[in-house]
């Protein structure tokens, strides 16, 4: 507020014309003292005009005139903006205040319950939802502004993917899965079964594998919004291996080209660098020992030839491939030449 112009005679009056043509509240001429006026500054930046008076003493004597300077403060012109508008839950939003004037005070409402104080850089984080935004900036001098941005923020719900498939236990003889979906919240389901078939896009698929023994990781992509916000969930498949194989009880060595050797024949679950087959006779002695699936007995015993008619005992020793266990298995054969 202009406190009013005096001089050195009493009574004197005064003349005032503001020389810088702006109007800043109090017009561009005046009889008296400047009134007090509601400023007007509109530009952001301080504005300073000045006033030329020039006083009248009562016996109509016109003094020299005097200039003066006012100042109009600015009220700061207040904006800020987000390097993010829109994400996934928790999302992490840094504002910067990009008033006219950024001021010495501010003041900032998120939307969601917290505020902040600072006019440098701001950080907030979101959860799920719509937030209006606000910063109120006090200058140096005390001017003020404000400004609101409505439905600013928006932050969509993250998905949280997960599932479970059946049977838990599966092995070469039935490979199909069934899996189940436990995300939530989502729409779009995105599988990898961990082989070499394409992508599956749908909610409960069941798949089935290679029948051989192998480890599968598996993969659920679940998101929302178009895909905007994600979430991967990953499960191992075990498919394990069978002990298969049989064991022929009766050979004929009698050199027809039909039946001439006795070996257990394996179809799959056993290990054959873990593997031993021992013949013994009725007597308990060793007649034939052999460490490879692929070589079987036929029929003879060291230098003596082909063994007697009979029945023999056989042992086969062998580890699994599913883990580290052994068997062992025992039966007749019977020679016949």
Same mark, same amino acid.
């Given at each position: 507020?202009?406190? $009013?112009?005096?001089?050195?005679?009493?009574?004197? @009056?005064? &003349?005032?014309?503001?020389?810088?043509? *702006?109007?800043?509240?109090? $017009?561009?001429?005046?009889?008296?003292?400047?009134?007090?006026?509601?400023?007007?500054?509109?530009?952001?930046?301080?504005?300073?005009?000045?006033?030329?008076?020039?006083?009248?003493?009562?016996?109509?004597? /016109?003094?020299?005139?005097?200039?003066?300077?006012?100042?109009? +403060?600015?009220?700061?012109? /207040?904006?800020?903006?987000?390097?993010?508008?829109?994400?996934c839950d928790p999302l992490v939003v840094n504002f910067t205040n990009t008033s006219t004037i950024t001021g010495q005070n501010c003041v900032w409402d998120f939307g969601n319950g917290f505020t902040a104080l600072g006019c $440098?850089?701001?950080?907030?984080?979101? !959860?799920?939802?719509?937030?209006?935004?606000?910063?109120?900036?006090? *200058?140096?001098? $005390?001017?003020?502004?404000?400004? @609101?941005?409505?439905?600013?923020?928006?932050?969509? #719900?993250?998905?949280?993917?997960?599932?479970?498939?059946?049977?838990?236990?599966?092995?070469?003889?039935?490979? #199909?899965?069934?899996?189940?979906?436990?995300?939530?919240?989502?729409?779009?389901?995105?599988?990898?079964?961990?082989?070499? *078939?394409?992508? /599956?896009?749908?909610?409960?698929?069941? +798949?089935?594998?290679?029948?051989?023994?192998?480890?599968?990781?598996?993969?659920?992509?679940?998101?929302? !919004?178009?895909?905007?916000?994600?979430? @991967?969930?990953?499960?191992?498949?075990?498919?394990? &291996?069978?002990?298969?194989?049989?064991?022929?009880?009766?050979?004929?060595?009698?050199?027809?080209?039909?039946? #001439?050797?006795? +070996?257990?024949?394996?179809?799959? =679950?056993?290990?054959?660098?873990?593997?031993?087959?021992?013949?013994?006779?009725?007597?308990?002695?060793?007649?034939?020992?052999?460490? !490879?699936?692929?070589? =079987?007995?036929? =029929?003879?015993?060291?230098?003596?030839?082909?063994?007697?008619?009979? /029945?023999?005992?056989?042992?086969? #020793?062998?580890?699994?491939?599913?883990?580290?266990?052994?068997?062992?298995?025992?039966? +007749?054969?019977?020679?016949?030449?």
């Amino acid at each position: 507020m202009f406190q $009013g112009f005096s001089a050195d005679i009493a009574g004197s @009056t005064f &003349d005032w014309v503001n020389t810088s043509e *702006t109007d800043v509240g109090f $017009g561009l001429s005046g009889t008296g003292n400047i009134p007090i006026f509601l400023a007007q500054n509109g530009t952001g930046n301080d504005i300073s005009v000045t006033v030329s008076v020039t006083p009248t003493s009562p016996n109509g004597c /016109v003094g020299l005139p005097e200039t003066f300077v006012i100042t109009v +403060h600015a009220n700061p012109i /207040v904006s800020f903006a987000a390097d993010v508008v829109t994400g996934c839950d928790p999302l992490v939003v840094n504002f910067t205040n990009t008033s006219t004037i950024t001021g010495q005070n501010c003041v900032w409402d998120f939307g969601n319950g917290f505020t902040a104080l600072g006019c $440098g850089l701001v950080t907030n984080t979101y !959860n799920a939802g719509v937030y209006t935004v606000s910063l109120s900036v006090t *200058t140096a001098d $005390g001017c003020f502004g404000s400004a @609101t941005v409505n439905n600013y923020i928006t932050v969509f #719900e993250t998905p949280e993917a997960a599932f479970t498939f059946s049977p838990q236990i599966l092995d070469i003889g039935d490979t #199909e899965v069934d899996f189940t979906n436990l995300s939530s919240p989502a729409d779009l389901y995105e599988w990898d079964f961990g082989d070499t *078939t394409p992508t /599956v896009f749908q909610i409960n698929p069941t +798949h089935i594998y290679p029948e051989v023994p192998n480890e599968y990781l598996v993969t659920l992509i679940a998101s929302n !919004n178009n895909g905007l916000c994600a979430d @991967t969930a990953q499960q191992l498949v075990i498919i394990q &291996d069978v002990i298969i194989f049989y064991v022929p009880n009766v050979f004929t060595p009698d050199h027809d080209e039909f039946n #001439e050797g006795f +070996h257990p024949v394996f179809t799959s =679950g056993y290990d054959p660098f873990d593997y031993h087959l021992t013949i013994f006779n009725r007597w308990g002695e060793i007649v034939f020992e052999s460490y !490879n699936a692929a070589i =079987g007995w036929d =029929g003879t015993y060291s230098n003596q030839g082909l063994v007697q008619d009979g /029945v023999y005992v056989w042992q086969i #020793e062998f580890k699994e491939t599913m883990s580290d266990k052994r068997h062992t298995y025992r039966g +007749h054969v019977t020679v016949l030449k």
